[in-house]
């Protein structure tokens, strides 16, 4: 090989440098399992890690998206949700029923979900209370260290008054010490502006109520009429707000009343036909007003007061609640459920009301959503109190309070009534799940509502929305009355930024939800929020943090903590993965999907790709496809928006040389050597590799090959080079003598025979199989390289690493920790790269890399546990013999090269400096 041999000194490793370069090639972020890296380095010190979200895979997406939303299919879920909580974490508790049992009321058994796995079956973890709890209808509120207190409740064996203790982490569940005073079954419980828990109303479990008031009380069973703070040791009582109006039998004002704290810091409430503001000041005092007319039999939907326990309502901006529906006792005693919507405002002295347009349908027992738009989803409900059959009312109503509208939504499949729950999830979806125990129906499933905001129109189809996303935060910890920043990544600017605190769901009434418009300023990707004044604007506890574009579009939310005596939510910041779609680029691609969501082709198969900003991985589609980094195999730039987008006629699908689907075929033509495309595999016809390791080893270079860019060799000795001139693609035959193969490439990697690897022309990764080439991943790829046990490993122009752990057509990728130059596999458990520092590391594909080596050029590794490389600055040629972390390295003698392949540890081939095929 031409070249004068150096001196060794340039020899890459240095045991030195193993504790100085990791600190170059990972980030915290990069070893977050499950993690998507962001493209860039953030400018905020807290980085919004993007993790999977398969709830936005994998949709088929109606024409009617853009106005009314959709709903997913009925998933599995393993209790009845009768309580739903989104915990700081992320993650979503369920719990109302045993295991498998959604008739029997049982609150003992805890759920927890993980939204980055999906509604699997995998992604549920489950664990007991302790024996003497029974937390079924019980109340719940967050504590300052991420805790979730869950009080109240049924009680067996004459133990009660108990409270559950989740951790922060959400994976254990135990108690407190301090007993509540009172029986607390069907009490409310909110946080208030000081942070102390605040628990109201509430009775002696299945005992009291409506039907006989003063007996009720005379017979000691209305014992939640005296309000109870929690002091973080013991539970206090509030006996100066005793009330008999707020929380009294009548009418079944005890039935978890309706709870916010206002922007004066007391507490308002509704409690059937009255209204209330509680002082939770020393002893505490009540003031109680009238509300409307109390449950009564009405002819008509809009005749029905929207009142009692079976209503729903929501706070979807400060000081301002909706209230709708109702009109009936309880799930077993009422009559026709009422349509009207009322609009409260707690904002002055006294609260002012306004009536607003009916909802289309009367609904007992629905749920009310505030989104982060601060339209509110009425979903679920019956339209004669818990009844089922005819009055069954699956139809979504949405109200927007800028035009004081409604309108009708998607329905979804199964009843929700009584004892259903319906939470907004970070993505910007609304899980909707539980229902029964008692009732017509036992619900053990789950639905996703898919609000209108996250779809567009393209082309009179639609599609999924581009969407922003907090890419970093000044911190995740928020005081009141602070100016802090986000770094938000938008194609459509900001329009609003808001807080929604994380849903706390029974019963019809979600206490823990409520919206908050921040004041901001932009320059740029910063954005400045200045946080609520005070806890009277926004009680501290968990929030939401969302951004909504200029079309209207949310961000998935970043879970914040917000007070100054709350710890930041436990395990980091995560944000569900963000995608694009909809819209018609110039290139010859249509979007289809965004992220997590179902790309549908017509008259397939048809190339889709899944990607953003020119980094995409590709896969030939028939039908539908999600597009996630699992249906796709890798994910293409991580922390940033992503869509499917499918060929159109100009870009086409996987034919061969001359067609569309060729690598290069778009950009060279119709010839990579004067093939159709359609020439024969590269083995020979009696199934024998023509290797250029057939002649022994001689211990001297020989030329092989001329006007190499690139070089690719396998274990069997299949060998397939790029010409550095028109990027041409050409498998060894014998010395001297290559022969072409369909498409262009920028680099190569190979199997086996009969399968090779490239990345085109187009910066797309395809597969040849021996005839024609296939596009198996999308994005602006710059590195690939192949192993024998048919991984495949790319590194792309942001330097996110992807790998494939199978010889297919399948896009499946998977994303590596880190970022590089170029990696290379030795097989699926052992990569080895050249980082961004040019550093060598290993790892095995999950953990954190280790420095092997230093000033690295090239890299190639062998099945057998051979690594070779070249060094960058002396072009020497670098072999070490072992699948491990020694640095070990020895010089080939004799040469110089610009890119180097093995096949195993006692032949190497090499592209000299004149860029000449060299064998070893």
């Known amino acids: 090989m031409p070249g004068s041999s150096r001196s060794p000194d340039a020899r890459p490793g240095a045991t030195l440098w193993s504790a100085l370069a ?10 977050l399992p499950g993690a998507l890296l962001p493209a860039a380095a953030a400018q905020l010190p807290v980085v919004a890690t993007p993790v999977a979200d398969p709830v936005l895979a994998n949709l088929a997406i109606p024409d009617t998206a853009p106005t009314q939303g959709m709903w997913s299919g009925v998933k599995a879920w393993p209790l009845n949700a009768i309580h739903m909580s989104l915990l700081p974490t992320g993650k979503l508790l369920t719990f109302g029923s045993p295991l498998g049992d959604a008739g029997s009321q049982n609150g003992r058994t805890f759920d927890i979900w993980d939204p980055s796995k999906g509604p699997v079956d995998g992604a549920h973890v489950n664990f007991q209370e302790p024996g003497f709890v029974n ?16 009080s109240g409740g049924i009680f067996d064996g004459g133990v009660d008054k108990g409270s559950a203790l989740l951790n922060p982490a959400g994976t254990a569940v135990g108690v407190i010490n301090a007993k509540l005073a009172n029986d607390r079954y069907y009490s409310t419980m909110i946080t208030l502006a000081d942070g102390r828990p605040l628990i109201m109303g509430g009775s002696f479990p299945y005992l009291g109520g409506w039907a006989d008031p003063q007996g009720s009380i005379d017979k000691g069973y209305m014992t939640g009429m005296t309000p109870e703070v929690y002091d973080g040791t013991k539970w206090n009582s509030l006996f100066g707000a005793t009330s008999r109006d707020a929380f009294g039998p009548e009418n079944n004002r005890w039935w978890y009343p309706r709870a916010w704290v206002a922007p004066s810091g007391r507490v308002f409430g509704i409690s059937a036909e009255k209204m209330w503001t509680l002082d939770p000041n020393g002893n505490g005092a009540v003031t109680a007003l009238a509300f409307k007319e109390p449950q009564r039999n009405a002819n008509s939907a809009v005749d029905a007061p929207n009142v009692g326990a079976v209503s729903t309502a929501a706070m979807y901006d400060t000081g301002k609640i909706l209230q709708v529906g109702g009109n009936s006792y309880d799930n077993g005693n009422g009559f026709l459920s009422s349509s009207r919507a009322t609009i409260v405002d707690i904002n002055g002295a006294t609260p002012a009301l306004t009536e607003a347009p009916p909802m289309r349908f009367g609904r007992a027992w629905a749920n009310a959503t505030v989104l982060p738009t601060g339209t509110v989803a009425v979903t679920g409900g019956s339209k004669f109190n818990d009844q089922a059959g005819d009055n069954t009312v699956l139809a979504t109503e949405l109200w927007d309070p800028k035009t004081n509208t409604w309108t009708l939504g998607a329905s979804n499949a199964i009843y929700r009534g009584y004892h259903s729950t319906a939470g907004l999830m970070q993505n910007g979806t609304v899980l909707v799940s539980g229902g029964g125990a008692p009732g017509p129906v036992a619900n053990l499933n789950a639905e996703f509502y898919y609000p209108p905001y996250l779809f567009t129109t393209v082309n009179g189809k639609a599609a999924l929305a581009p969407r922003p996303q907090i890419v970093s935060l000044s911190s995740n910890k928020l005081a009141h009355a602070q100016s802090m920043q986000i770094e938000l990544a938008s194609q459509n600017g900001v329009s ?6 994380l849903a706390q769901v029974t019963h019809s009434f979600n206490n823990g939800q409520r919206r908050v418009p921040l004041t901001f300023t932009q320059a740029g990707a910063l954005v400045t929020l200045q946080t609520p004044a005070s806890g009277n604007l926004a009680p501290p506890g968990y929030y939401q943090l969302v951004a909504i574009d200029g079309k209207g579009v949310p961000s998935p939310g970043v879970i914040v903590a917000l007070g100054a005596n709350v710890a930041a939510p436990v395990g980091g910041v995560t944000v569900p993965s963000n995608t694009a779609a909809g819209t018609v680029d110039n290139t010859g691609w249509t979007r289809c999907s965004a992220e997590y969501e179902t790309c549908t082709v017509a008259n397939g198969p048809k190339t889709v790709r899944y990607g953003a900003n020119g980094q995409y991985v590709t896969k030939d589609v028939t039908g539908s496809i999600a597009c996630s980094n699992e249906a796709f195999g890798r994910d293409p730039l991580y922390g940033t928006v992503k869509a499917c987008e499918v060929a159109t006629a100009a870009a086409g699908g996987t034919g061969t040389t001359g067609g569309t689907g060729t690598p290069g075929g778009t950009a060279g033509g119709g010839g990579t050597g004067g093939g159709t495309g359609t020439t024969g595999n590269t083995g020979t016809t009696g199934g024998t590799v023509l290797s250029p390791y057939a002649q022994p080893a001689t211990g001297v270079w020989k030329e092989v090959g001329v006007e190499a860019l690139k070089i690719a060799t ?12 028109d990027g041409k693609v050409w498998l060894y035959q014998a010395d001297g003598a290559w022969k072409n193969l369909p498409g262009l490439l920028k680099d190569v990697a190979v199997v086996k025979a009969n399968s090779l690897y490239g990345i085109g022309t187009d910066n797309q990764v395809w597969r040849f199989d021996g005839n024609q080439w296939t596009v198996v991943g999308s994005g602006d790829n710059v590195a690939i390289a192949a192993a024998s046990d048919g991984t495949v490993v790319v590194v792309n122009r942001a330097g996110e690493i992807w790998s494939k752990p199978s010889d297919d057509a399948q896009m499946n990728w998977r994303r590596l920790p880190g970022t590089a130059r170029r990696v290379v596999a030795m097989n699926g458990r052992s990569f080895w790269s050249i980082g961004i520092d040019n550093n060598i590391y290993r790892s095995d594909g999950v953990s954190g890399w280790t420095v092997v080596g230093r000033d690295a050029l090239d890299l190639a590794a062998a099945s057998d546990g051979t690594v070779v490389t070249i060094n960058r600055n002396s072009k020497q040629i670098w072999r070490k013999i072992g699948d491990n972390t020694v640095e070990a390295w020895s010089l080939i003698p004799n040469g110089t090269a610009a890119a180097v392949a093995a096949p195993n540890g006692q032949r190497l081939l090499a592209i000299g400096l004149d860029g000449k095929i060299y064998r070893y």
């Open 22 to 31: 990791a600190a170059t090639f990972l980030t915290p972020a990069a070893l």
């Open 135 to 150: 937390s079924f209808c019980a109340a719940t509120s967050f504590l300052g260290d991420g805790s979730l207190l869950v």
């Open 496 to 501: 609003q930024v808001v807080l929604i605190g």
């Open 714 to 725: 396998a274990a069997d000795g299949t060998t397939v080079t790029v010409n550095r001139n």
